[in-house]
């Protein structure tokens, strides 16, 4: 027995006893055979970012070899709206990588994602999934370097206000039991999440605490531990549809909104990455943030405009994107500082021992943990289309890499304390702002589409898709228009209660 591999909680990594990379069609096969399921599920991804589903019932072993090498047929153009009507079958093919047993289904069911391929039977070149492969696949060419990445998944769960043990109004961040509500959901989840796959770091209470109409709001979050990105989006896919269908079994609304009303935390959908080679993170050098992260930094924030039109998809995400609310609005970066777009948290870079000084019979640790040092991407949301998302962020870090002036860029786009301190209000007035609505960051994503689309990374008709979608919301003026409606503002929260 593999010990890096006996404590999965996944249970085909427990049965076959293979890292899910290694997986091949065989495994499944066997697997399916020896553990009694009788379905099986492909799931994918369309333009409103919400797993589809596709089912078979297993009627024989000629049949189950039949769909897991040759997938089926879909309708393109009902799952994308830039695909035409006269020209729409595409075929869905599934990656055994991704195979989990399904944890809600009362039929023993097997369920895969699975990937777009055209009627030449050649990947889907506007794929959001296919189109962060190919960014990663250029990164690395470019760079010799890996892109990894994590995303810090917040949602609020709704339920009936039971009268005992309220938490304090906007004070929930790490609360537990009984002011705290959902942790045992919360722990439901994770082990679900954990068990189709999902690489999780932890989970906890978020600010976000009130009561409104008799009715409890909690804030949560459920974090992810760094790996390749193309793994760290199929994971917060997969989580937000666990958490759903978890809460909606249980009879609790659960939302991933960016804004849920005036004057409370709305929710962020943070994403980390780190910088890879040889399985060593290069974030940091002699216990410093590296150049290497330096550039990669200076990159997302060139782009980081054009970047909201794949993280944040609804005009409501933009009522979120405002001063002291703890969400950025201005382009710049900074250390262990909230305010700023890009964030370097603490990365374990100190020289004193803390567990020894915790835990005074423990003697000799390692001080230092390079590895675990990331930066944080934290203008995106819940209505992001996670695979864009993370495939612009690889683009433009790349472009980081290509910037001749980038560690000069870097610098100038610098604040150590709080952007919105008076002390900082030269620097603030010099600095490029976020978008504040939808069209503004298709307006963004127009200027800089030829760099998503080197490569043949973003393909015309996905950029062209996402634009249009994003100017069809016409909201040019809304942020403006509802500050002070507040009637106008919840009617377009609740419009968008379920995005993404």
Same mark, same amino acid.
């Given at each position: 027995m593999n010990p890096s591999l006996n404590m999965s909680p996944n249970r085909l990594v427990e049965f076959l006893q293979k890292d899910p990379k290694d997986f091949r069609k065989a495994d499944i096969i066997r697997f399916i055979k020896e553990n009694g399921i009788k379905m099986v599920n492909f799931m994918y991804p369309a333009d409103d970012n919400r797993l589809k589903t596709l089912n078979f019932v297993i009627n024989s072993e000629e049949y189950l070899d039949s769909i897991l090498t040759f997938g089926e047929r879909v309708d393109g153009s009902s799952l994308f709206p830039f695909i035409e @009507? =006269?020209? +729409?079958?595409?075929?869905? *093919?599934?990656?055994?990588?991704? !195979?989990? &047993?399904?944890?809600?289904?009362?039929?023993?069911?097997?369920?895969?994602?699975?990937?777009?391929?055209?009627?030449? =039977?050649?990947?889907? #070149?506007?794929?959001?999934?296919?189109?962060?492969? #190919? /960014?990663?696949?250029e990164f690395t060419r470019v760079t010799g370097y890996e892109f990894h990445a994590m995303g810090e998944l917040e949602y609020y769960v709704i339920s009936e206000d039971t009268g005992l043990f309220h938490a304090s109004d906007q004070k929930g961040y790490h609360e537990s039991a009984p002011y705290a509500k959902f942790n045992d959901f919360r722990a439901e989840c994770m082990h679900l999440i954990a068990q189709a796959g999902g690489q999780i770091k932890y989970g906890h209470n978020e600010v976000g605490n009130f009561t409104l109409d008799g009715m409890i709001y909690e804030q949560n979050e459920i974090e992810f531990l760094p790996i390749p990105a193309l793994q760290a989006a199929d994971n917060l896919l997969i989580a937000k549809w666990i958490i759903r269908t978890l809460g909606a079994k249980k009879g609790y609304d659960v939302t991933f909104a960016p804004k849920i009303t005036a004057g409370k935390a709305g929710s962020g959908l943070h994403i980390h990455f780190k910088i890879m080679k040889d399985g060593k993170n290069l974030m940091t050098e002699n216990g410093v943030l590296s150049d290497v992260a330096k550039k990669a930094i200076a990159g997302i924030l060139e782009y980081a405009d054009a970047i909201t039109a794949m993280g944040n998809k609804v005009p409501t995400s933009y009522f979120r994107l405002v001063p002291h609310q703890e969400a950025p609005t201005s *382009?710049?970066? =900074?250390?262990?500082?909230?305010?700023?777009? &890009?964030?370097?948290? %603490?990365?374990?870079?100190?020289?004193?021992?803390?567990? +020894?000084?915790?835990?005074?019979?423990?003697?000799?640790?390692?001080? %230092?943990?390079?590895?675990?040092?990331?930066?944080?991407?934290?203008?995106?949301? =819940?209505?992001?289309?996670?695979?864009?998302?993370? @495939? @612009?962020?690889?683009? @433009?870090?790349?472009?980081?890499?290509?910037?001749?002036?980038?560690?000069?860029?870097?610098?100038?786009?610098? &604040?150590?304390?709080n *952007?919105?301190?008076?002390?900082?209000?030269?620097?603030? !007035?010099?600095?490029?702002?976020?978008?504040?609505?939808?069209?503004? +960051?298709?307006? !963004? %994503?127009?200027? /800089?589409?030829?760099?998503?689309?080197?490569?043949? &990374?973003?393909?015309?008709? %996905?950029?062209?898709?996402?634009?249009?979608?994003?100017?069809?919301?016409?909201?040019?003026?809304?942020?403006?228009?509802?500050?002070?409606?507040?009637?106008?503002?919840m009617k377009m929260v609740r419009k968008y209660w379920h995005c993404g």
């Open positions: @009507a =006269g020209n +729409s079958d595409l075929y869905v *093919i599934p990656r055994y990588s991704t !195979a989990f &047993v399904d944890p809600f289904a009362e039929i023993p069911t097997l369920t895969l994602l699975a990937s777009f391929f055209n009627k030449e =039977g050649e990947p889907l #070149k506007s794929s959001p999934e296919y189109t962060l492969r #190919k /960014a990663c696949d *382009i710049c970066w =900074g250390d262990r500082n909230r305010s700023v777009l &890009v964030r370097v948290p %603490l990365g374990w870079t100190g020289k004193v021992d803390m567990c +020894s000084v915790a835990n005074p019979l423990e003697i000799g640790h390692e001080t %230092l943990s390079p590895q675990k040092q990331t930066a944080e991407l934290r203008s995106a949301d =819940g209505s992001a289309d996670i695979y864009q998302l993370m @495939a @612009a962020m690889v683009v @433009a870090a790349r472009k980081g890499f290509e910037n001749e002036k980038a560690l000069q860029r870097a610098e100038d786009m610098y &604040v150590s304390v *952007i919105h301190n008076e002390e900082n209000k030269e620097k603030l !007035a010099q600095l490029k702002s976020l978008p504040d609505s939808c069209m503004a +960051s298709a307006d !963004a %994503l127009e200027q /800089a589409r030829g760099v998503f689309e080197e490569a043949d &990374v973003f393909s015309p008709e %996905l950029i062209d898709g996402i634009i249009s979608k994003l100017r069809k919301y016409d909201d040019k003026n809304l942020r403006a228009s509802t500050e002070a409606n507040h009637n106008q503002m």
